[in-house]
Protein backbone atom coordinates (compact mmCIF):
# COMPACT_ATOMS: atom_id res chain seq x y z
CA UNK A 1 0.00 0.00 0.00
CA UNK A 2 1.60 3.36 -1.22
CA UNK A 3 2.50 5.79 2.25
CA UNK A 4 2.26 9.27 0.38
CA UNK A 5 -0.52 11.30 -0.41
CA UNK A 6 0.28 11.14 -4.36
CA UNK A 7 1.41 7.85 -4.79
CA UNK A 8 -2.41 6.89 -3.15
CA UNK A 9 -4.28 9.29 -5.18
CA UNK A 10 -2.42 7.56 -8.47
CA UNK A 11 -3.56 4.16 -6.96
CA UNK A 12 -7.03 5.55 -6.72
CA UNK A 13 -6.54 6.93 -10.35
CA UNK A 14 -5.14 4.11 -12.02
CA UNK A 15 -8.17 1.85 -10.46
CA UNK A 16 -9.98 4.35 -12.17
CA UNK A 17 -8.76 4.17 -15.16
CA UNK A 18 -8.03 0.16 -15.00
CA UNK A 19 -12.13 0.10 -14.40
CA UNK A 20 -12.64 2.38 -17.91
CA UNK A 21 -10.44 0.40 -20.10
CA UNK A 22 -11.80 -3.04 -18.90
CA UNK A 23 -15.27 -1.81 -19.51
CA UNK A 24 -13.78 -0.65 -23.23
CA UNK A 25 -11.83 -3.91 -23.78
CA UNK A 26 -15.38 -6.34 -22.84
CA UNK A 27 -17.57 -4.17 -24.86
CA UNK A 28 -15.00 -4.64 -27.64
CA UNK A 29 -14.67 -8.82 -27.10
CA UNK A 30 -18.63 -8.94 -27.08
CA UNK A 31 -18.81 -7.23 -30.09
CA UNK A 32 -16.59 -9.28 -31.71
CA UNK A 33 -17.84 -12.78 -30.64
CA UNK A 34 -21.12 -11.94 -32.13
CA UNK A 35 -19.58 -10.59 -35.50
CA UNK A 36 -17.60 -13.82 -35.60
CA UNK A 37 -20.83 -16.18 -34.76
CA UNK A 38 -22.53 -13.82 -38.35
CA UNK A 39 -19.50 -14.85 -39.99
CA UNK A 40 -19.38 -18.59 -38.87
CA UNK A 41 -23.15 -19.18 -39.50
CA UNK A 42 -22.52 -17.48 -43.29
CA UNK A 43 -25.05 -14.29 -42.93
CA UNK A 44 -23.22 -11.84 -44.79
CA UNK A 45 -25.75 -8.80 -44.94
CA UNK A 46 -26.00 -9.00 -40.77
CA UNK A 47 -22.22 -9.84 -41.39
CA UNK A 48 -21.64 -6.51 -43.32
CA UNK A 49 -23.32 -4.02 -40.69
CA UNK A 50 -21.85 -5.49 -37.45
CA UNK A 51 -18.04 -5.31 -39.10
CA UNK A 52 -19.42 -1.81 -38.56
CA UNK A 53 -19.76 -2.02 -35.56
CA UNK A 54 -17.24 -3.78 -35.14
CA UNK A 55 -14.72 -1.07 -36.71
CA UNK A 56 -16.17 1.62 -34.41
CA UNK A 57 -15.40 -0.04 -31.25
CA UNK A 58 -11.74 -0.77 -32.20
CA UNK A 59 -11.32 2.88 -33.71
CA UNK A 60 -12.86 4.10 -30.08
CA UNK A 61 -10.32 1.80 -28.25
CA UNK A 62 -7.05 3.13 -30.08
CA UNK A 63 -8.45 6.51 -29.69
CA UNK A 64 -8.57 5.84 -26.02
CA UNK A 65 -5.21 4.35 -25.95
CA UNK A 66 -6.48 1.22 -24.96
CA UNK A 67 -5.14 -0.65 -28.04
CA UNK A 68 -2.23 0.47 -29.88
CA UNK A 69 -3.34 2.06 -33.33
CA UNK A 70 -1.91 -0.99 -35.79
CA UNK A 71 -3.77 -3.41 -33.49
CA UNK A 72 -6.73 -1.57 -34.46
CA UNK A 73 -5.92 -1.50 -38.45
CA UNK A 74 -4.22 -5.07 -38.31
CA UNK A 75 -7.47 -6.43 -36.91
CA UNK A 76 -10.13 -4.31 -39.38
CA UNK A 77 -8.16 -5.55 -42.32
CA UNK A 78 -8.65 -9.28 -41.15
CA UNK A 79 -12.19 -8.81 -39.89
CA UNK A 80 -12.84 -7.23 -43.62
CA UNK A 81 -10.94 -10.03 -45.38
CA UNK A 82 -13.24 -12.74 -43.24
CA UNK A 83 -16.25 -10.94 -44.82
CA UNK A 84 -14.66 -10.92 -48.54
CA UNK A 85 -14.26 -15.00 -48.10
CA UNK A 86 -18.18 -15.34 -47.11
CA UNK A 87 -19.34 -13.19 -49.63
CA UNK A 88 -17.36 -14.58 -52.35
Known sequence: MPQRRTAIKDLR????????????????????KNFLALITAKNVAEARSALKLVYKKLDKAAKRHVLHDNTASRRKARFSKLVQTISA
Open 13 to 32: RNRRHHLHNLDIKTDLRKTI
